[in-house]
Structures are given as C-alpha cells and as structure tokens.
C-alpha cells in the first residue's frame, strides 16, 4: 500500500503540502530578493534612506515655512561648507590611507581584531557619509539665499513646462513678453537663443509674437510663473545659454511640472526628487560593488570638487541622468544585459553624452565575441536592448509637442550650443566656447595667464585666435587618448570598459562645465575588480586626492577658473594617463606594441651555409 506522507525533510519530519506555508507572500519573496547573497543591504538602504529623508525633512521644515531659514554658524557661506567638503576629502583619503598600511600588519588579520576593525570602518564611514551627504545637499545650497535654485529652475522646470508651446529658441522673447518693463527694463541685456548674440530686451519684447503660442488660460498660467520668477531677479537668467533639455528630458520634467501650480514651496518640494533618485542610484551601487567600494563612491560623490550639489542642487530633474547612468553601470555588473542597455540608452536620450558609456560597454562585448568567434548570448541581449529601448523611448520623445519636429529643434539648438557668441555683432564668426566652469583637456591648452577679467590684454577674440591656432593638435590628442582607451576596452570586462571610454572621450573629446562631471566619480568603481591589489587602492586614492588639492586651491585662493579650467583638468590628463598606461601593460598591449616596434630578430646563420 503506497504511503500517504508527501515529503520530507531531512530529519524525517513531514511537510505541509498547504499553499499557505509552501509558498512565502509576495512582501517575504522581495524581502529575500532583496537580502540574497548581501547581508549589508539592509543597514546600507537605511543609511541612504535616512541621508534622503533628513535632506527632505529639513527642506520640509526650513524653506516651505514662510520667514524660515536654517540656522548655521554666524559668518558662514557658501566657502565654509566648501571647507567642510575638503575636510571630508581629506578623511576619506586618510580613511583608505589607513586601511592600506593597517592590513600589511599581522596582528590585525586575527578574527577579533578584524571583526572589530570591520565594525569600526563601516560606523565611521557611514557616519562620514552621512554628514557629507547632508552638508552635499542641503547645507550646500542653504548657506545661498534660497534652498531652491531659481535661476536653474527658470530653465530647467519652465522650459518643460512651456515646451509645447516655445521650444527652445523662444524661451527668453517670451519671458520679456509676460513680464512687467519694471521686472525687465527696455535697455536690459538679454541674449538671442537664435545665435547667442546680447541684444536689449527692448529689441526682443517688439513685435509681440508669443501670446498666439499659448492658449489664454496657458498663458494667463504662464504669466504667474513669470511674476513668482520675477520676484527672485529675471536679468540674471535671460543672459544664460537658455534650456537645453533633450526631447525625453522634456517629456517626463514637462509631464511632471504640469501636475502643479508653481510657489516657492512646490518648487523646494520639487527640488527634492533628485534628491531621492540619486541616493536610490547610490544603494543600489553599494549593493552591488559591496559596502566599502560603494561608501567610497558614495563619499567621492558627496565631496566632489568638480560637483558641488551648491551649483545646480535645488533645481528640477536635473540628475536623472546620473540616476540612469548609475543604475545602467549596476545592471552591467550584475550582468543583466538587457536591463543595462535600457539603462544606459535612457541615460544618453536624457543627456546625449552617456552614449559614450554605452559605446563603452559595447566595444568589451564585441572584443569577447571576437575572441570566442562567435555572438555571444550576452552581446545579443544587450544589441536587443539597446534597439528595443531606442525605439520606445524615442516613440516617447516625438509622442508630444511638435512630434519628429522635436529633434530638429534640439540638433538646431546643439549647433548653437556648441559655439560661443558672435564676435562681431551680426557676424558669422564665433568666439571659442570657454566657460569659466569648465572641465576638459581643451581648457589645459586655453591658459594665457588671463584667467582674471581684471589682467591688462585680456581678450575672448584673441584668445579664439590664439587657441584656434593649435586646436587640431589638441583635437589630435584628445582622438589618441580615446582611441588609445577604445583598444584597451576590448579586453576589459563591460562595467571597466564603460568607465573607461565613457570619462575618457568625455573629457578628451568633448570637455563641458563641470557639474556633468560627476561622472568621473564612477573611476572609483572602475577598479572593483582590483581594490584589494595595492595598484587599485593606489588608483582610488589618487582620485580622493585630486579632489583634496581641488578643495584645498578653492579654499585659499577662491579662484574657479584656474581651478577647473587649468587645475583640474590637468590633475585629470595625469590621472587618465597613468591609468591608461596601467590598463594597456595589464591588458598586453604595451607588449604588442613593442614587439610592433621592435626589430626584426636576426636570423642565425648555420655551420653548412659558410663558405
């Protein structure tokens, strides 16, 4: 007679059959998910929920109250909580420094001792963390007259706001438009997002085109946006570069900003979505990469020299690229192909540039089916991903305003954007884009000793001359560094190689101001592979440390352009040499290389062949 017991357990205990007990609720599965295979996943969300959740409160309670500010030392600015970033730099330097010498000795590998040194490391890093995190996005932006960055926000959550009805070029007739002669005057200086050329506001505000755009109760919308902007100084943000968001970033900031009336209160509120998505972005890097290598990352970000939350902190979606780019870089680590082209598209159709990171990723594919002749499933989902989310985002991008017209306004806009103004009134000729803030190998190569407006002879004209002169050499160094980290990429795994590229055509290609930057933080995760050799930890120190003597000019000499466009930057071209000199010998190239050039080995002569 067959028995009725079902199954069982090892030691004989009979299981139930129930549904109940045999399958765990939807909360215990994502709980397990969540936990599986990382024990420090849980302290690590509460760390990076409670950075956000601070960051929120304090925004909730000190900049949504009217008359309310938050209190910090008497005398403090924005140069103090610079200061407490360099402080922090410094013992996140020294915090590494500490690990690389204490592990050498052998009383600390006993089980206690490193126990111990373990709990120690994660309460003191997380503790760091956490005080930078808040000094990153709060205090930063507190110690300036408002938390909420309206200068930034007139772009960047009015731009989406109004893309329908003025796109890109129409951002600026139309503000003078909607606007009082008393907020913008006649004779106040504003610049033509046709060509960037200054003109008077008066010269714009006639003939009075953009009424006819909107619908009379958008535009009676449209002018209250205007009055709240108009009580925070207009004449500042008319002279920018105007908004410059690609058709996706438009859709979903567009889409978002519309659900509410805009105050001081909404926007602060507003002003904490990037907030949240880059702390979601860093757990996730920390769950992945492990605690120590994702508290650095987490660290390097929130004391970036280069970042600085201060100068576009408080605005509106303007991080959800990096939110992109972060979570493409995890789902490459975790090898989840598919997932990461998704992300990774996202990121470039968000910001253009992280394509870079992606041509990254594709290169180590292509350089593993090389070697194993063959399409790897890998590299067949990641090119499956990579087209299936190009299309639908890009069905996204023209589902709204002027449809495909989108796109031929945003490349219009690009081509405006890529240059300087004129350099005579109504010219053709352009002076070199060279903003102040900028990073890049470019801006090594524009030092003329007259970084300061106040030195005699300094001139944009002449300074476009002179650069103009030796661009296609610098424009030349800038393709070898690139094609130099290209080669290396094909023998380096997808997350590596991302890294790799994307910084290196970034900075040699293209350079930019210097808050897109924050990219370069992911150099860090770039040696997860290598951290516990002491060329990896050496690698991640030296990027700390670029950081610390970034802070440390900021902070005795207050001097951004020398500072980004000349220190930096060139503390960056050492760096990026040094690695790709690492990564080329690690890889087998340099060998390659030699025996490239070297000559032909002679060829012995045998005993028979002589005379």
């Not at 309310?68 to 402080?87: E, N, T």
């Not at 956490?130 to 772009?155: E, I, P």
Request: overall charge positive; charged content about 15%; proline content about 4%.
């Amino acid at each position: 007679m067959p028995s009725t017991q079902t199954s069982a357990d090892p030691s004989g205990s009979t299981a139930d059959p129930s549904p109940a007990s045999s399958k765990p609720s939807r909360g215990a599965r994502a709980f397990a998910w969540f936990t599986s295979g990382r024990p420090d996943s849980l302290w690590l969300a509460c760390l990076f929920v409670l950075i956000a959740a601070t960051a929120s409160a304090l925004v909730i309670a000190f900049e949504t109250a009217p008359g309310r500010a938050w209190f910090y030392p008497k005398g403090w600015g924005k140069s103090s909580f610079d200061a407490v970033m360099l402080v922090g730099s410094s013992i996140g330097l020294g915090v590494l420094v500490g690990y690389a010498l204490l592990r050498r000795f052998a009383f600390v590998q006993r089980l206690r001792r490193r126990r111990g040194l373990v709990i120690a490391s994660k309460l003191l890093i997380a503790l760091l963390v956490f005080v930078m995190g808040l000094n990153y996005f709060y205090a930063r932006r507190a110690s300036a007259r408002d938390w909420v960055h309206f200068h930034d926000t007139y772009h960047y959550a009015l731009g989406p706001k109004y893309y329908a009805e003025y796109d890109y070029f129409w951002h600026y007739k139309c503000t003078i438009e909607a606007a009082s002669e008393k907020a913008i005057p006649d004779r106040a200086k504003t610049r033509s997002l046709w060509n960037y050329e200054f003109v008077t506001a008066g010269e714009v505000r006639e003939p009075r085109q953009c009424e006819e755009k909107f619908t009379p109760a958008r535009w009676a919308e449209y002018k209250r946006d205007i009055e709240l902007y108009a009580g925070h100084n207009l004449r500042g943000p008319i002279n920018d570069l105007g908004y410059n968001g690609t058709p996706l970033h438009a859709l979903f900031a567009g889409s978002l900003i519309n659900r509410f009336e805009l105050s001081y209160e909404t926007l602060a509120l507003a002003g904490l979505l990037d907030v949240w998505l880059i702390c979601i972005m860093l757990f996730f890097v920390a769950r992945s990469f492990g605690w120590r290598l994702g508290l650095a990352f987490a660290l390097v970000i929130f004391t970036a020299v280069v970042d600085r939350y201060g100068v576009i902190g408080g605005s509106w979606f303007r991080w959800s690229w990096w939110f992109s780019l972060g979570l493409g870089i995890v789902a490459l680590r975790e090898e989840r192909w598919s997932l990461a082209a998704f992300w990774l598209v996202a990121a470039a159709m968000l910001n253009v540039f992280p394509l870079l990171f992606l041509i990254g990723a594709s290169l180590s594919l292509i350089g593993q089916c090389v070697r194993a002749r063959a399409l790897l499933p890998a590299a067949k989902r990641f090119v499956a991903g990579a087209v299936i989310s190009t299309l639908a985002l890009g069905a996204l991008s023209v589902s709204h305003a002027r449809g495909v017209g989108n796109y031929r306004d945003f490349f219009e806009d690009m081509r405006v954007h890529k240059y300087g103004p004129p350099i005579k009134k109504g010219g053709e000729a352009r002076q070199e884009k060279y903003p102040g803030y900028g990073v890049g190998l470019k801006f090594i190569f524009m030092y003329r000793g007259k970084h300061h407006k106040k030195t005699k002879g300094y001139n944009r004209t002449r300074l476009t001359r002179e650069y103009r002169e030796i661009k296609p050499i610098i424009q030349g160094i800038g393709a070898l560094l690139a094609g130099a980290a290209a080669l290396i990429c094909l023998r380096l795994n997808p997350v590596e190689a991302a890294i790799l590229f994307g910084f290196t055509a970034f900075y040699g290609l293209l350079g930019t101001v210097h808050y897109y930057f924050a990219c370069a933080s992911l150099l860090v995760l770039l040696w997860y592979r290598r951290v516990k050799t002491p060329a990896g930890l050496l690698f991640i120190c030296g990027y700390f440390a670029c950081n610390v003597v970034g802070h440390t000019y900021l902070h005795t000499h207050n001097t951004l352009r020398v500072l980004y466009n000349t220190l930096l930057s060139s503390l960056w071209l050492v760096y990026l040499v040094a690695m790709l000199v690492y990564l080329a010998r690690e890889t087998g190239w340099t060998k390659q290389l030699a025996q490239l050039l070297a000559a032909p080995a002679a060829t012995p002569v045998s005993d028979e062949s002589a005379p």
